[in-house]
Nanobody, 124 residues
Framework: QVHLVESGGGLVQAGGSLRLSCAASGRTFDGYVMGWFRQAPGKEREFVAAITWRGGGTAYADSVKGRFTISKDKVKNTVDLQMNILKPEDTALYYC?????????????????WGQGIQVTVSS
């Protein structure tokens, strides 16, 4: 059973940084894609970034390119999201997800396994 646990969220001022981490367990993830999504109040869940577990290819939403960086640690089985130059519009509940869609597929419905989510709040 795949288990994903997010950590590292919190409150930060605009322009600041946060680093989210997702601890993954329950299976080997070769051939899988690890993704980060977010959902703001009253809005649909949206893609943020993804990384292939085997090769390390990455994909980003246009809204976070140049500010966010996704990375993985295959020894610790973690996927991190470094978020810099945060903006109030980045405020959302952030979710880690894993499945095997092609990298760049952004629909949340393409991922079957999800963490419980962690809050990120950026104050202006």
């Amino acid at each position: 059973q795949v288990h994903l646990v997010e950590s590292g969220g919190g409150l930060v001022q605009a322009g600041g940084s946060l680093r989210l981490s997702c601890a993954a367990s329950g299976r080997t993830f070769d051939g899988y894609v690890m993704g980060w999504f977010r959902q703001a109040p009253g809005k649909e869940r949206e893609f943020v970034a993804a990384i292939t577990w085997r090769g390390g290819g990455t994909a980003y939403a246009d809204s976070v390119k140049g500010r966010f960086t996704i990375s993985k640690d295959k020894v610790k089985n973690t996927v991190d999201l470094q978020m810099n130059i945060l903006k109030p519009e980045d405020t959302a509940l952030y979710y880690c997800a894993v499945d095997a869609p092609p990298l760049g597929v952004v629909e949340p419905g393409s991922y079957d396994y999800w963490g419980q989510g962690i809050q990120v709040t950026v104050s202006s």
